[in-house]
């Protein structure tokens, strides 16, 4: 018999840093936990495991004929535009009875990314804020944080300003800086990251260099992360129920 559950996919970057992976594995529980009709796995592009595909030849293996990849990525990027198409892809090319849907990444910039964002920071008054992202060469994806920070400003009413952990600048020092040389006195970091690890960690180094004086944690399993993966897994099958 079949199996009546569908089969959500979640894939992240996947670090070194263990954290990361505890803090995917607590937003598979979160979105598991929201649909018990759901079969909800975390896996990774990289460093952790297991890896997508991995989890596809399980899922196969085990009866289930669909599957939704949901990519943990905030920004379209290059793992977001050929590195989870092609697990879709493996999975065909080894012959997986298993038809995968692909979902659009969590970003760009949503009411409920950025009640997410707000969320995680900490309590306090700020007049002004940094965004900090792990940082990409990709100028459309950039474009796509600074949506965020417009938006993060906008909804608070205090200038809020974007920076980089690597690949672009400014730094989160540097954001800092400029925020206090206009006339800030609190500035805070909001952080553009789904989980913790080396990135997230440099950039609140470079943030409290610079006198910032409250660091927001990575998104995690916010509650507006779950609505999101629910969000993208219902568009995906409405895509797949147009195409057919």
Same mark, same amino acid.
């Given at each position: ?28 529980? /979160?979105?598991?936990?929201?649909? %018990? ?6 896996? &990774? ?25 949901? %990519?943990?990525? #905030?920004?379209?990027? &290059? ?26 990444? $969590? ?9 997410? $964002? ?29 949506? /965020?920070?417009?938006? #993060? ?10 920076? &980089?952990?690597?690949?672009?600048? %400014?730094?989160?020092?540097? +954001? ?17 990251? $789904?989980?913790?690890?080396?990135? &997230? ?6 943030? $409290?260099?610079?006198?910032?004086? +409250? ?16 969000? *993208? ?5 409405? *895509? ?5």
């Amino acid at each position: 018999m079949r199996p009546a559950r569908l089969a959500v996919v979640l894939v992240a970057h996947g670090s070194k840093d263990p954290r990361a992976a505890i803090s995917t594995r607590a937003l598979a529980e /979160a979105v598991a936990g929201a649909h %018990p009709e759901w079969e909800v796995h975390e896996s &990774y592009l990289d460093h952790a495991g297991p890896r997508p595909l991995d989890v596809l030849a399980w899922l196969s293996a085990a009866g289930h004929r669909r599957a939704v990849l949901v %990519p943990l990525l #905030l920004t379209a990027a &290059y793992h977001g535009r050929v590195d989870v198409p092609a697990v879709a892809t493996a999975a065909r090319t080894a012959g997986l009875r298993i038809d995968v849907e692909i979902a659009d990444i $969590l970003g760009p910039v949503s009411t409920p990314l950025v009640d997410g $964002l707000i969320r995680r920071l900490p309590e306090g008054d700020f007049d002004a804020l940094v965004l900090a992202a792990a940082g990409t060469r990709n100028a459309a994806a950039r474009a796509t944080v600074a949506d /965020a920070a417009a938006a #993060l400003g906008r909804r608070l009413g205090v200038p809020c300003e974007v920076a &980089y952990a690597s690949a672009a600048p %400014p730094t989160a020092a540097v +954001a800092v800086s400029a925020l206090r040389a206009a006339g800030a006195s609190r500035v805070g970091m909001a952080a553009y990251f $789904l989980a913790p690890g080396l990135l &997230y960690d440099v950039a609140v180094e470079s943030a $409290l260099s610079a006198g910032a004086v +409250a660091i927001a944690p990575p998104l995690g399993d916010a509650p507006e992360l779950v609505r999101l993966v629910t969000a *993208r897994v219902g568009s995906a099958l409405s *895509r797949r129920l147009v195409a057919a």
